[in-house]
């Protein structure tokens, strides 16, 4: 099957089969995911194959779900369940958040909570402003879960399947926009590290930095600069939380630019955490600031071509990479000023000389037990 191209939705359809042949303990819960095989096809034939009490078909309660998943999880099982869009997953958020994202912790890492809740977002096809929100960054403030999101039908495929063998809860996003997406797959031993980011496409001049179907987007990006002679680095971060800081820095270090791609809107949005890490730990190696393509701060139009518009596109990110290119400072490399806005209506220049920090309690934390760890002061 490795190489033969399926389709993402195909994809997650094998990693959940294979894991439901690896362990027994795998059992899927969701709204018309047995008889109907789902909305999008990802659970086609499970049913079939491994009967009505490990695929189960639910009542429309996203509390209920979700709620069942951790009870399942708490007693052993390892549970998948659907949530069939992010915007949806609100009604849940007890569960998720003061349920799943708690247990570990509360039992001083004694009881385990391997619940993957599977949803999508349902941006550039039509979906509207009920069905195309990212509120990944939601999920990732919140301490004992983890996020992922796959930009690639590879990634579909070996990040659910790491979701699934893992002890925490998972929060795994799909893109409806990417459904249809063909490519090929890895082996039933092909599992993706969580946490882990991929260099899709060395380069020298700049970075690029994004996740889920973001990822084709900066690639078609890279392709534009390319032609103008600009030699763009594009990361795939594959899972939101915990990222791959090590390996942004590295590359930040290498080309001094950083543009942070995300569909999320960018009002306090994981885009700007991204973007603040980078600019606090990447100070001097920064020859501009960080810049950040993003949805704009409004909901999502009903029509695909108009919801294309508000998500970030390949010619957008190009376009704010050449502008930043644009400000290339000439001797002494220094960041770039800024205008910054007072109270009073009088705006001032100012020049940073050192980073913004933004200070928090220094932990070691595995989702289960924190310990504050001593820090050296600067």
Known sequence: MSGTPVKYWQAINLALREEMERDPNVLLMGEDIAVAGGTFGCTRGLLDDFGADRVRDTPISEQAIVGAGVGAALVGMRPVVEILLMDFLGIASDMVVNQA???HYFSGGKTPVPLVIKTAVGSE??????????????????????????????DAKALLKAAIRDDNPVL???????????????????????????????????TLV???????????????LTAIGVNAEVIDLKTITPWDRDTVFASVAKTNR???????????????EIASEVGEHCFDDLDAPVTRVTSPHVNAPHFAQYDAWRVPQGDTIAAASRRLLASRPSGKRRLTCTSIRFKSARSATSCLTAPIVSVSVPISCSVTRCTPTPTPND
Do not use: N
Not at 195 to 205: K, L, M, P, Q, Y
């Open 101 to 103: 994202a708690k247990f």
């Open 125 to 154: 096809v039509g979906m509207g402003a009920q069905h195309s929100q990212s509120f990944e960054g939601w999920y990732a403030q919140v301490p004992g879960i983890k996020v992922c999101w796959p930009g690639t039908v590879r």
């Open 172 to 206: 795994f996003v799909e893109s409806l926009s990417m459904m249809g997406a063909r490519g090929e797959v890895g082996d039933s031993d092909e599992v993706a590290e969580l946490g882990r980011a991929e260099i899709v496409e060395s380069g020298t001049d700049l």
């Open 210 to 224: 994004g996740y889920g179907a973001m990822r084709a987007k900066m690639v078609d990006a890279s392709e534009q």
């Open 258 to 272: 950083c543009v942070v791609v995300t569909e999320a809107t960018r009002e306090f949005g994981p885009s700007g």
